[in-house]
């Protein structure tokens, strides 16, 4: 079947732009993670969508960082008033209720802010 | 807090070498561990998992060992391949986490030569 899917796969944006970075999970995939991948660091954690339950947005760094699920299933990443600092790749993760601890990621996003 | 820390990069092996990459981590309790590979041009795919003291988890020819009296879980294989080639991830999950999130570790980027 078909995977976690990201969109776009490069985007290349002025300082001080929004963006929109789209995620479309594997299909009844329950929960939702968005990771962020910056130059020589780990995988940082960004925001967990589960369901109906409300979000946890303990891992976005700045009010700048906004994410939404519509209707449990596509989730957009907003960055306002993006930073240079802001350059990484964004992945989107799903996982099925079934296997709580197996996440399936997607290709993810490479931002680049000039 | 929670946290993974992994060998640093890049790993340069000839075809047909073993490979270790040292993973330890910090976490209260008994977290689940996890391998996650990145392979050129694609997304994260989980490689193996344990997730008690004592496990070994194994895929493809590579093995973890969960050892909680080293807080370790280092990734090996007998005889690499140039087709192993991508950066390897260790990441935990804290046990009784409902939420699935994961801690990375910054990565390992392996190269195998022919």
């Known amino acids: 079947g078909a995977g976690v899917s990201q969109s776009p796969s490069n985007k290349v944006t002025e300082k001080g732009k929004d963006v929109e970075l789209r995620c479309d999970p594997i299909?009844?995939?329950?929960?939702l993670y968005w990771y962020r991948q910056s130059l020589g660091q780990g995988l940082e954690f960004l925001i967990y969508?589960?369901?109906?339950?409300?979000?946890?947005k303990s891992g976005l760094p700045s009010d700048r960082f906004s994410a939404e699920r519509t209707g449990g299933s596509v989730s957009t990443l907003t960055i306002q008033r993006t930073q240079q600092e802001d350059s990484a790749v964004y992945l989107c993760?799903?996982?099925?209720?079934?296997?709580?601890?197996?996440?399936?990621f997607g290709p993810g996003t490479r931002l680049l802010v000039l | 807090g929670d946290s993974v820390t992994q060998m640093e990069g890049p790993v340069t092996l000839s075809e047909e070498a073993f490979l270790t990459i040292n993973c330890t981590y910090t976490a209260t309790g008994y977290p689940s561990l996890f391998w996650y590979v990145q392979y050129p041009g694609e997304g994260l795919q989980l490689l193996l998992k344990a997730t008690k003291a004592d496990d070994k988890g194994s895929n493809k020819g590579f093995e973890a060992t969960y050892r909680k009296e080293t807080t370790s879980f280092h990734l090996e294989k007998g005889s690499v391949q140039v087709s192993d080639s991508a950066v390897y991830f260790c990441a935990l999950n804290p046990r009784g986490s409902t939420l699935g999130r994961l801690y990375f570790g910054r990565g390992t980027q392996l190269t195998v030569w022919p």
């Open positions: 299909s009844g995939h329950t929960a």
């Open positions: 969508f589960q369901g109906n339950s409300a979000p946890d």
């Open positions: 993760a799903s996982r099925p209720r079934a296997t709580p601890e197996t996440q399936y």
